[in-house]
């Protein structure tokens, strides 16, 4: 218990604001909007998990916004032009994958720090797109829209593959050899090495990874809307680190899991409709998140220095 | 067997003789200003109907250039020592913003006289810098998510305060003349950006504070071992970052004549990437405030000059080509200060045991 | 029955212009717990290097099990079945017990499934045979620096090693679990496992070794059977004849108190109980085993880790030293052990090295007087004659004595009233020993007060004008300096003379 206690500590604070809401803003939980709320943040769970796993690892990916847009309007655009969804889904993941693995590929074997690449990265990808856009919209075919099928079942599909991908990652990175790397490495880069791991792989790997769960986030992504605007990914890596980030994976590495990390999503996912139903403006959300990010480092911060001292 | 060649690398580490870097990089990213300035000089310049000069190679211009590059450039200069000890700050760019509207509210909604407005301005921006500083030497929190934090919660309150929509505007003329009118011949924030980067300098080059923030870059253990402060020193690096951005949010105003919750929104990237141009390590130890300025400059006139090219022009793409082409140049920068060293690595590597990733500092 | 595991012929290692192996023969029955004594300096660590494949021998020939081995690498002695548990325990301190176990034993694919019933089992298994009453599930940063010890033997263990090196097993453990180490070495010899044993601790060797071999100055000077041999025996070999070497000596007596420490311990380093008085113009050396507890006294004087019981009294008044601060304010300078890490900035020029120290007094305005910095810098390169091209030289340029001497240079500056010296001709060739020798007893001469921690046991007795001897974390004897080699040793080991 006392293993899980950060986890179980978010998940209390999620229970906490469900029954806040359940009581004074019942609005909250009818069923409709409340699946519409997590189908949309279906997409951004699914890139929560890949930056979990590159956070243990003792680093940080801040383009995943923008490859998030990238691949956006890449599909977008591949759909209109009358790709079947089957190699459009691919084709984002692919994409994903290559932009993850160029930014794995400086930190790893050029040994760069992470925050200064993929701050690079991120704004390289934005400009070169709004460059290429203009800022355009891509209007997409109504086959797109929840893939063919009914909105509900649609949206269905969407969270449930959500839920699939943290699942078979969660059970992945507790009973897969390479799961438990992520750990050593972000542990001890240097002793994982001793043991027999080779730390610049699973780096590249995990650069990749999160790329490429970023593809798959970004077709689910795709299935929700009409259209795609290339500002689409903007703030989502902020919002994913701070999901991860409160739900207990230390940005020091080597500690954390994704039901950590799903339970702060949910969280902060929480505190946007909790706002607005407690009349508090939208614009406060930026805020709340930052102060949450703090308080959770901090929280963190001081409990490993009581453990220490 | 491993210590001597450990020793061997770091001699060999590249141009760490204090007199070759003053020489060699900063003289290499002078050759390299010349160049881009030369070429957006011929690219960008052209004459119109009536026979006059326009474009890049108007004094105009280049007034422009110094004028636009100002913010920036202090920003630059507040993170220079951040950086050469061996942290990071990305929520100067968002302070920027937040310290813009602080002072749009306080002179509007407060009414108190312009000066009052800026001192207190300042005040606010030390005081956001100090929190940055008390969470990362107080609480030993990696700067890297402290500064991620408040990047976060500086933008928000900015926009929070002015309900997203709210514009400070109709400043008094003698507020305006900061930012949009010459003084001595150059524009009035060219000598406040100046003025600060002397401040800077001489904190760095020729007080014992920059020799203390050299020394934490370089080995935080070792300074602790010889006595120095290094909790207060690194509590001023960020203080003076805040109060830097603080400077830089009252000339941006001036200059733009209003006050928003977006103002500097981004400018982080281009401060960093001055930063690294100029020298200065992301590992922390080495940089200086003359490289920083050349980096400042370059970038300026790159962003400057491609405004310039009919081409950009045509595609009114001016601010998403030096964006792009920004970040393109932070990635080579990067990679060419790390190259020597992994060349030196894959040669001596069947000697040692290699080297491992870098990863986010404890 | 006894076969050879391991056999070492006239073994050599050079590092740099020190000789620390100079022809050690050694061998290994299966079955044995062998052991190896000798000071600090005797060669037992590259020994032990040398064996684990960490670095190859400069000479001399290794064989195991009767085949001759060429070239020995971390990875094949590990396959070759030699296994080492260190003092400093290296697990993942995020990950379980059980985990830790099972990324050294298993050899893995990477998309390999992972059994984490079989790792439980296993590590239960481990951690049963060697009586620990540790739960395999426990994350290791939750354990005491004893228990990850035995995790780290319930690895050897596991390895199914037949050559396993414990270098000062007990060192950190308590009486209780010092027993379950003992029934765990007897129990690997039963299973023909040979054990290679370094300890300092006499009563240990002889309660569970069979043999030991006793190393001096790069050589081995003696195996015996454990019967064969007594303490003052053992001793005997340790310490040798006399070294003629000449040390400097004092010429006047030395004068007040300058230090007082009354009880002094802090728990955190495992200090307790210390006492001892230092006087101006006097040399007090610290001599002890790696551990005893010498740097963790320096520490508590700089500051660095603050003593939680007993006073110290400075020149006469309490002192309560928070901080390196406190201390270089109260005229306290420590030269540290690890001269490249603490010691000097290597990437920094001479000339700032030797100034970091001083600036509030050399700089009061806060703004730097090169010309000054200059003139200071050449007038320690001169008086502590060092070899370099000038004081804009890197730090990293210099050889090891140099470097000491800059060390060295940057605490004079602050003319200090106690200096703190931490092995500091360690790693120095023989000629700069001599000259920083001179030099120390030239401070002391001239009214410092001088603390001088030295593993190297002639150094400590030669220089000292009294010599505190430390163990397990306590003074247990100050004894004259110029004493018996033999009885230092015995006060340092804690036994009678």
Redesign the interface.
């Known amino acids: 218990m006392k293993?899980y206690f950060r986890e179980l500590s978010v998940v209390s604070a999620l229970l906490a604001v469900l029954l806040s809401l359940a009581l004074f803003a019942p609005a909250f939980f009818s069923p409709q909007p409340l699946l519409s709320l997590v189908t949309r943040e279906a997409p951004t769970l699914v890139v929560a998990c890949g930056m979990a796993c590159v956070i243990i690892?003792?680093?940080?990916d801040?383009s995943v916004g923008s490859i998030f847009s990238v691949c956006s309007v890449s599909a977008g655009l591949l759909v209109a032009r009358g790709w079947p969804l089957a190699l459009v889904l691919p084709t984002s993941i692919g994409f994903g994958a290559m932009f993850g693995a160029f930014n794995g590929f400086?930190?790893?074997f050029?040994?760069?720090?992470?925050?200064?690449?993929t701050?690079?990265?991120?704004?390289?990808?934005?400009?070169?797109l709004?460059?290429i856009r203009?800022g355009e919209f891509v209007n997409l075919p109504d086959r797109v829209q929840w893939f063919g099928l009914s909105q509900t079942t649609g949206q269905l599909v969407l969270v449930g593959t959500a839920l699939g991908v943290l699942v078979t990652l969660a059970w992945a990175m507790?009973?897969?050899?390479?799961?438990?790397?992520l750990?050593?490495?972000?542990?001890?880069?240097?002793?994982?090495?001793?043991?027999?791991?080779r730390?610049?792989l699973v780096?590249l790997l995990v650069f990749v990874f999160i790329g490429a769960l970023t593809g798959l986030g970004a077709m689910m992504n795709l299935a929700q809307s009409p259209q795609v605007q290339p500002l689409t990914g903007n703030g989502l890596e902020?919002k994913v680190?701070?999901a991860v980030?409160v739900g207990g994976v230390a940005?020091?590495?080597?500690?954390g899991n994704l039901w950590g990390a799903f339970a702060g999503l949910l969280l902060l996912a929480c505190v946007s409709p909790a706002l607005t139903h407690l009349h508090v403006?939208?614009?406060?959300?930026?805020?709340?998140?930052?102060?949450i990010?703090?308080l959770a480092?901090?929280a963190d911060?001081?409990r490993s220095?009581q453990?220490r001292a | 067997m491993s210590t001597t060649t450990t020793s061997a690398a770091v001699c060999n580490v590249p141009g760490r003789n204090w007199s070759k870097v003053f020489t060699s990089h900063e003289m290499l990213l002078f050759y390299v200003l010349i160049s881009e300035w030369l070429f957006f000089y011929f690219a960008g310049t052209s004459t119109n109907r009536r026979g006059g000069v326009v474009g890049f190679g108007t004094w105009d211009r280049q007034f422009d250039i110094l004028r636009h590059s100002c913010e920036i450039g202090l920003l630059a200069l507040a993170l220079t020592p951040v950086i050469i000890t061996a942290g990071?700050d990305?929520s100067v760019g968002s302070l920027l913003g937040l310290c813009a509207i602080l002072f749009g509210k306080i002179w509007h909604d407060g009414g108190v006289p312009i000066p009052v407005a800026i001192g207190l301005t300042l005040g606010l921006g030390a005081l956001a810098g100090s929190l940055n500083a008390v969470?990362i030497t107080t609480?030993?929190?990696?700067s890297?998510?402290?500064t991620?934090?408040?990047?976060?919660?500086?933008?928000?309150?900015a926009?929070?305060i002015?309900?997203?929509s709210i514009t400070y505007t109709d400043f008094p003329e003698n507020f305006l003349f900061i930012g949009q009118d010459h003084w001595l011949g150059l524009p009035t924030q060219a000598w406040v950006f100046l003025l600060v980067a002397l401040a800077i300098g001489l904190l760095l080059h020729r007080t014992t504070f920059g020799r203390a923030f050299r020394t934490i870059g370089l080995s935080p253990e070792g300074a602790r071992y010889a006595g120095l402060p290094v909790e207060r020193r690194l509590a001023l690096v960020y203080v003076l970052a805040g109060l830097i951005a603080a400077i830089a949010a009252i000339i941006y105003t001036a200059r733009l004549g209003q006050a928003k919750a977006d103002a500097g929104t981004?400018y982080?990237?281009f401060a960093?990437?001055a930063v690294?141009l100029g020298g200065t390590s992301?590992?922390g130890g080495t940089g200086s405030i003359p490289g920083t300025l050349l980096g400042v400059a370059a970038i300026a006139v790159l962003k400057n000059g491609l405004a310039c090219l009919p081409v950009v022009m045509r595609?009114?793409?001016a601010?998403?080509?030096?964006?792009?082409l920004?970040?393109?140049l932070?990635?080579i920068a990067?990679?060419a200060s790390?190259?020597p060293?992994?060349l030196s690595t894959l040669r001596i590597r069947h000697h040692t045991?290699?080297?491992?990733?870098?990863?986010?500092p404890? | 029955m006894s076969s050879l595991l391991l056999s070492l012929r006239q073994l050599v290692k050079n590092y740099g212009g020190v000789r620390a192996l100079r022809g050690v023969d050694f061998d290994l029955r299966a079955g044995e717990v062998h052991a190896l004594l000798g000071e600090n300096g005797a060669g037992k660590s590259t020994l032990i290097k040398i064996v684990t494949g960490a670095h190859a021998p400069d000479g001399g020939t290794i064989t195991l099990a009767d085949q001759p081995v060429a070239e020995l690498t971390?990875a094949t002695a590990r396959a070759l079945g030699i296994a080492c548990i260190y003092q400093q325990p290296?697990l993942?301190?995020?990950?379980s017990v059980a985990?830790n176990i099972a990324?050294?034993l298993e050899?893995?694919?990477?998309?390999?499934?992972?059994d984490?019933t079989s790792r439980l089992a296993r590590a239960t298994d481990l951690l049963a045979r060697i009586g620990a009453a540790i739960s395999p599930?426990t994350?290791v940063?939750d354990l005491s620096m004893p228990e990850q010890q035995l995790v780290e033997i319930a690895c050897a263990l596991g390895s199914g090693a037949r050559i396993v090196i414990m270098d000062e097993p007990t060192a950190s453990l308590t009486q209780k679990e010092q027993h379950l180490l003992y029934a765990v070495v007897r129990d690997l010899r039963k299973n023909g496992v040979g054990v290679i044993y370094i300890s300092h601790r006499l009563e240990e060797i002889f309660a569970l070794a069979d043999r030991v071999t006793v190393l001096r100055d790069g050589q081995s000077v003696g195996t015996h059977a454990v019967g064969d041999i007594d303490e003052a025996g053992l001793i005997r070999l340790m310490v040798g004849r006399e070294v003629a070497q000449i040390y400097p000596a004092a010429e006047s007596a030395p004068g007040a108190t300058v230090l007082s420490l009354r009880g002094v311990g802090c728990t955190a380093s495992g200090v307790h109980e210390v006492s001892f008085d230092v006087h101006a113009g006097e040399i007090f050396g610290l001599g002890g085993l790696v551990g005893a507890g010498r740097t963790e006294i320096a520490r508590i004087l700089f500051g660095l880790t603050p003593a939680d019981s007993g006073q110290v009294t400075l020149a006469g008044e309490r002192v309560d030293l928070r901080s390196p601060q406190d201390a270089v304010a109260h005229g306290i300078a420590y030269v540290p052990e690890d001269r490249r890490r603490h010691g000097v900035v290597l990437e920094l020029p001479i000339a700032h090295n030797i100034t970091m120290a001083v600036h509030p007094k050399l700089f009061p305005t806060t703004w730097l007087r090169f010309g000054a910095e200059r003139t200071l810098a050449l007038d320690y390169i001169r008086d502590l004659a060092v070899k370099c091209t000038g004081p804009e030289a890197l730090g990293g340029s210099l050889s090891g004595g140099n470097q000491q001497k800059i060390a060295l240079a940057r605490w004079l500056a602050t003319r200090p009233k106690l200096l703190i010296l931490d092995e500091p001709t360690q790693g120095v060739d023989i000629g700069a020993k001599i000259e920083i020798h001179k030099i120390i007893r030239g401070l002391a001469q001239q009214g410092l007060a001088v603390i001088l921690i030295s593993s190297d046991l002639p150094e400590v007795i030669g220089m000292s004008d009294r010599i505190g001897v430390m163990g397990h974390g306590t003074l247990r004897a100050i004894l004259p300096g110029g004493s018996n080699p033999h009885t230092v040793m015995a006060a340092a080991l804690g036994t009678a003379a």
């Open positions: 293993r690892t003792r680093q940080i801040i400086l930190v790893a050029l040994r760069l720090p992470s925050i200064v690449v701050l690079a990265t991120m704004v390289t990808l934005r400009q070169g709004n460059l203009q507790r009973h897969l050899a390479i799961g438990r790397y750990y050593a490495v972000g542990t001890d880069a240097e002793a994982a090495r001793l043991a027999g791991i730390p610049q780096t902020l680190i701070a980030v940005i020091s590495g080597g500690r403006e939208a614009y406060w959300e930026k805020a709340v998140q930052g102060a990010i703090l480092v901090v911060g001081v220095r453990g | 990071i990305l969470l609480l030993r929190l990696p890297l998510i402290v991620l934090g408040t990047y976060s919660l500086f933008r928000g309150l926009e929070a002015t309900h997203g981004g982080e990237l960093i990437t690294v992301i590992f595609l009114n793409a601010e998403e080509m030096s964006g792009l920004t970040g393109a932070l990635l990067l990679t790390v190259l060293k992994i045991s290699a080297p491992s990733t870098p990863q986010l404890r | 971390p290296a993942f301190p995020d990950l985990e990324l050294r050899a893995r694919a990477a998309l390999a499934r992972i984490w599930d994350e940063r």
